[in-house]
């Protein structure tokens, strides 16, 4: 009966980071820099909002796209921090975390044999639910414009069956953002084209130096834009699975469907929860992002510091530094180093083809975790 099974799941392997990290399980005293998730605990007052719907008894359905109360705090959040206004009665919809908010966009926009431009290194969530749709993923090398994804690439790639284009900013596994003036070009380009943006802004509170800016800001953009927030990375709320898309009436509409009939709605208790975060915790990110941006210039001063060829991120919690010179695969070194340092770290490779020859760190840890990783590091290169 295998046969039976859908063709394009079967094509689908396990993520490479999943892959990488299921082999932890042997070596529990290793130090693990492969961790995308912040490791501050969820606020005291978003968890103590928690309870307290728990004791209210609000633990039944919600409508498919969410309590009013909680868009409506997201729309008052992304017009207060980004100057995006959204309609949070028909055009913003909760969902189970930023991949559910993915899974739902992909689904209502794309179709068999068309096609989806994205930055590579690529996320590895972003690949399978494409090929899922039936659709393309037409990666492009951002290596040598300092991993990102400018407006001549994407006219380099277009094609007739070009649907979409997915905009990561901040990018995992890279760090890196699209600023306004490339923005700008990106909108000129796409403006007057039938082609729908997923804009992947997860990271948006997690910006150092500079401040976030959104394509769906730009003349023409909003009414072909999706985009994708939530509170995981910004509350440290990855086990809650708050998500959330904000997109005009027309594709909000048929969203909903999907996400009605894929999960119902969004956890209750998490709703209230994600209700507080927006409400009464916009000073939260704040503080992570001090922390992070201190453990962000160690790291990177120590790579550099080591010889390694290194991008500086603007955002998010990786950093992607170049291991060619080792004439090493990304795997090979990975496995090599977890076995002789007890250091884990995650292959390029996991991050599409064009990942190939570079590791990813995370520096959501500790600074003496981060010290002692990075001392790892530096003695196994030491052999080459």
């Known amino acids: 009966m295998e046969h039976l099974i859908y063709k394009n799941l079967k094509?689908?392997?396990?993520?490479?980071?999943?892959?990488?990290?299921?082999?932890?399980?042997d070596y529990p005293n290793a130090i693990n820099l492969t961790i995308g998730q912040p490791d501050f605990p969820t606020p005291q007052h978003v968890k103590d909002k928690a309870k307290w719907a728990?004791?209210?008894?609000?633990?039944s359905y919600t409508p498919n796209a969410g309590i009013p109360e909680l868009r409506k705090a997201i729309s008052q959040f992304y017009e207060n921090q980004y100057g995006l206004t959204y309609n949070p009665l028909d055009e913003i919809i909760v969902t189970h975390g930023a991949s559910g908010a993915l899974t739902i966009a992909l689904r209502t926009i794309l179709e068999e044999g068309c096609?989806?431009?994205l930055s590579a290194p690529a996320y590895p969530g972003y690949i399978p639910l494409i090929e899922l749709c039936g659709a393309i993923p037409v990666c492009v090398d951002t290596a040598d414009t300092d991993f990102v994804l400018t407006a001549e690439r994407i006219q380099q790639?277009?094609?007739?069956?070009?649907?979409?284009?997915?905009?990561?900013?901040?990018c995992n596994p890279v760090g890196t953002i699209i600023e306004g003036e490339e923005l700008q070009k990106i909108a000129s380009l796409l403006k007057d084209k039938e082609i729908f943006v997923i804009s992947d802004e997860i990271y948006s509170e997690l910006i150092y130096e500079k401040s976030h800016q959104s394509i769906a800001a730009y003349e023409g953009m909003r009414e072909k834009?999706?985009?994708?927030?939530?509170?995981?990375?910004?509350?440290?709320?990855?086990?809650?699975?708050?998500?959330?898309?904000?997109?005009?009436?027309?594709?909000?509409?048929e969203m909903t469907k999907l996400n009605g009939y894929y999960i119902s709605c969004a956890t209750s208790i998490s709703q209230y929860a994600a209700l507080e975060a927006l409400r009464a915790g916009l000073n939260d990110p704040v503080e992570m992002k001090k922390e992070y941006k201190e453990r962000r210039d160690y790291v990177y001063n120590r790579l550099v510091?080591?010889?390694?060829?290194?991008?500086?991120p603007n955002g998010a919690f990786y950093i992607f530094p170049s291991i060619k010179h080792t004439k090493m695969s990304s795997f090979d070194f990975c496995i090599d180093l977890l076995k002789e340092q007890e250091l884990a770290t995650v292959p390029g490779s996991a991050f599409s083809s064009f990942g190939e020859g570079y590791i990813r760190l995370s520096f959501a840890q500790?600074?003496?975790?981060?010290?002692?990783?990075?001392?790892?590091?530096e003695k196994f290169l030491g052999k080459f």
């Not at 094509?11 to 399980?25: C, Y």
């Not at 834009?225 to 509170?231: E, K, R």
């Not at 510091?305 to 500086?312: I, R, S, T």
């Not at 500790?366 to 590091?377: A, N, S, W």
């Open 366 to 377: 500790p600074l003496e975790v981060l010290k002692e990783g990075m001392d790892r590091l």
């Open 11 to 25: 094509k689908i392997e396990l993520s490479g980071i999943r892959k990488f990290t299921n082999m932890l399980v």
């Open 115 to 117: 096609e989806v431009i």
């Open 157 to 170: 790639h277009l094609t007739d069956k070009t649907r979409c284009i997915i905009l990561p900013s901040p």
């Open 54 to 59: 728990i004791d209210q008894n609000f633990t």
């Open 305 to 312: 510091g080591m010889g390694m060829d290194v991008v500086k």
């Open 225 to 253: 834009t999706i985009v994708i927030n939530g509170v995981s990375k910004s509350h440290s709320m990855t086990g809650w699975r708050i998500g959330y898309t904000l997109a005009p009436r027309y594709l909000t509409k």
